[in-house]
């Protein structure tokens, strides 16, 4: 089970905050995180339900995180392991994380593959998901992985889809000429960018677009 204790800062004021497994005991707040995180329009059979956050804890426990501030979950990372080709990379979110069930979790595979990553609203500013994803990097390397990697939605392509490509929106951002809220995240946890994932998940902001993003274990 994995916990780590330490301070982030709301301003000037010390919060102390916790990074840990979840575990059936948490099961309700991660659907309440999900659905302040994912609201109305976004379909409410699309959070997470309790066989999934089940079998999250009982297939791959280690890649079940949350962080708790006051007692109270702010946010949850999950992940499962898979084997991954660089050279077969083309997947839908859907098949390589079973709609979200886990159930094709591979023990013996090379990649840790994020499912979710969620923070309240009100605790964004914290810096709370950059340290779930150290926390999940800290997995790969304990499990000897050879790259944690995942899909990044691109939630600001549609104000500049009429004028550039996916790819185009990329090499924007990563030459500092535009930002977007999840792409612009992923590379400031250390993220790289491997290629635009077409039709990856339904995703209306995106044009159904992501990025798969890779950080690589600097042991392997």
Request: proline share 6%.
């Amino acid at each position: 089970m994995y916990r780590s204790e330490f301070y982030v800062y709301d301003q000037d004021r010390p919060l102390l905050v916790c990074i840990r497994s979840y575990t059936k005991a948490d099961f309700d707040q991660l659907i309440e995180i999900q659905s302040e995180c994912f609201p109305p329009p976004f379909p409410e059979d699309l959070w997470w339900n309790e066989e999934q956050l089940t079998n999250h804890v009982t297939l791959f426990p280690e890649g079940a995180l949350c962080v708790e501030i006051d007692g109270k979950l702010a946010g949850s990372l999950t992940g499962l392991c898979v084997n991954f080709n660089p050279n077969d990379a083309s997947h839908t979110w859907e098949e390589i994380t079973d709609h979200g069930y886990i159930r094709n979790h591979d023990p013996n595979g090379n990649t840790l593959y994020i499912v979710d990553i969620s923070v309240r609203p009100k605790y964004r500013k914290l810096g709370l998901g950059k340290l779930m994803m150290q926390a999940m990097y800290h997995v790969v390397i304990e499990k000897g992985y050879d790259r944690l990697l995942g899909g990044g939605r691109m939630p600001g392509y549609h104000k500049a889809a009429d004028k550039m490509t996916p790819e185009q929106y990329l090499t924007a951002i990563i030459n500092g000429e535009m930002k977007d809220p999840v792409i612009s995240f992923l590379l400031r946890c250390g993220r790289v960018p491997l290629e635009i994932a077409q039709n990856y998940l339904e995703d209306e902001e995106s044009h159904n677009n992501a990025v798969l993003m890779e950080w690589k274990n600097p042991f392997k």
